[in-house]
């Protein structure tokens, strides 16, 4: 068993049942990570309680990656496979575990392009400046080096031929110390814990499953929490930050009768395409190149060069649709007794468009980069990975302005109930074709700074 790390201690849920929290978190993941963090940082108020519950336990103390050698089998074992009981949804994971995905992470983190921000209800202004916080504490890599001078490499190739856009992808880091030497290590959510730890203290309990959410006179009043001997405990609190991710958390609501007409609603994701190749004349280096999404492009290309090869994954965009839900099952009920879920997610025709945009550009780039397409998997040369398969699940408690077309307010705040606040990638109004962590931390921290200004 790990031990957690640094001075954090986790407290019996019995404990935690005998106190009245100010704030209550539910999920460690990027989105409650990155809410407590920001709480503890900035919350100046004295005698503020904070307490976090996660349902899963320590199985990482940092990103999977910093430990051994990554691979998806790994990453299979370890998540529970919920796309096995969802057709139309079948390569969906979630991962019960303090820090949630982010243990399992790449740690890419461009930021959104500006033609799908300014559709959202937001200011560009105002998301950019927490977008430039995030940034901060997650220790992103900036490679913004277009204009600089750079040796004759294969993004050199890309951006001097068809990809002028093409730039090293931006990482998140944090600096893990060993034998008294601080070395960058990709990042999780568990570095917002400890740091916000220096800040001030907070209550944190594991193995607390989260089962319903009680609402009296539409004013937060608590969560039933199921422990992993199956006891039950209340836990009271004046917010609640839902952060379970874009299946758990509509799951959680719509078993606690909160209502909303697109709770549940809105599912989104990206579609993702693979693909490899082999270049004709010696490549010996390594290089991990972005190429973004761009205005009239709804695809984004990573790119992974290694000796004399290079790996391709896509990421499309898919239209954020109504008829794309999350339902509860009233025919299974699991051990906690709540329902499963159903997922109905379909393709339209222009998301198709999309992936066959994005397999023709990823041929573009790899002509361009003097490469030659292989086979993948021995089978074709484009592998479209099931849906929910690349973790980028999104939008099933989106924001808005409208309470008939969205779940929240403009600072996550379920729109039917006070202090009822969603931190995850489910309140993304839509995602475009990049990666949606450090917008969904971005997010975050700007509900966290609105439920501080609550507190006052």
Not at 312 to 327: L, W
Not at 337 to 346: A, E, K, L, R, Y
Request: charged share 20%; hydrophobic share 35%.
């Amino acid at each position: 068993m790990e031990k957690l790390p640094q001075a954090i201690k986790g407290i019996p849920l019995g404990e935690m049942e005998k106190n009245d929290y100010d704030v209550l978190i539910v999920g460690t993941g990027a989105g409650g990570g990155a809410v407590l963090w920001r709480l503890c940082e900035q919350c100046k108020i004295n005698g503020v309680r904070i307490g976090v519950i996660e349902a899963g336990d320590l199985l990482f103390p940092t990103n999977f990656w910093n430990l051994t050698k990554f691979s998806m089998e790994k990453y299979k074992e370890m998540a529970h496979q919920t796309g096995r009981d969802l057709p139309n949804f079948s390569g969906a994971t979630q991962v019960f575990a303090l820090g949630g995905k982010t243990l399992f992470w790449g740690g890419v983190t461009p930021r959104f392009h500006v033609s799908e921000l300014k559709k959202w209800p937001i200011a560009l202004k105002d998301l950019n400046s927490y977008y430039s916080i995030a940034e901060q504490i997650m220790h992103v890599t900036h490679p913004h080096t277009k204009n600089l001078p750079i040796k004759p490499t294969i993004l050199s190739r890309l951006r001097e031929n068809d990809f002028p856009e093409a730039t090293n992808i931006p990482r998140a880091l944090e600096n893990v110390t060993s034998k008294n030497k601080e070395t960058p290590k990709l990042f999780s959510s568990i570095h917002f814990l400890t740091v916000a730890l220096s800040y001030r203290p907070f209550d944190l309990a594991l193995k607390a499953r989260a089962v319903q959410i009680f609402v009296e006179k539409k004013k937060m009043f608590g969560v039933k929490v199921i422990s992993a001997q199956k006891r039950e405990y209340f836990i009271k609190a004046k917010t609640v930050v839902l952060s379970t991710g874009t299946l758990e958390t509509p799951r959680l609501l719509l078993h606690s009768g909160i209502q909303g007409d697109a709770i549940g609603h809105y599912l989104t994701h990206h579609s993702s395409v693979r693909a490899q190749g082999k270049f004709s004349s010696g490549i010996t280096g390594r290089e991990s190149i972005l190429i973004p999404q761009i205005k009239g492009n709804p695809y984004q290309l990573q790119l992974y060069t290694g000796k004399n090869k290079v790996n391709f994954v896509g990421y499309g965009k898919v239209g954020s649709r109504y008829e794309n839900k999350i339902t509860l099952d009233s025919k299974r009920i699991d051990e906690n007794g709540v329902p499963h879920i159903q997922v109905d997610f379909s393709y339209t025709e222009s998301d198709k468009k999309v992936i066959k945009r994005m397999c023709s550009a990823i041929e573009l780039a790899s002509s361009t980069m003097g490469a030659v397409l292989t086979p993948i998997e021995g089978e074709s040369l484009f592998l479209l990975r099931p849906p929910g398969d690349e973790n980028h699940e999104a939008g099933t408690c989106r924001m808005g302005d409208q309470p008939s077309t969205s779940a929240t307010d403009l600072y996550g705040q379920i729109h039917s109930i006070p202090d009822l606040y969603i931190a995850d990638n489910s309140v993304l109004p839509s995602i475009g074709a990049a990666n949606p962590v450090l917008t969904t931390v971005a997010l975050a921290i700007r509900t966290a700074d609105h439920i501080i200004e609550q507190l006052k």
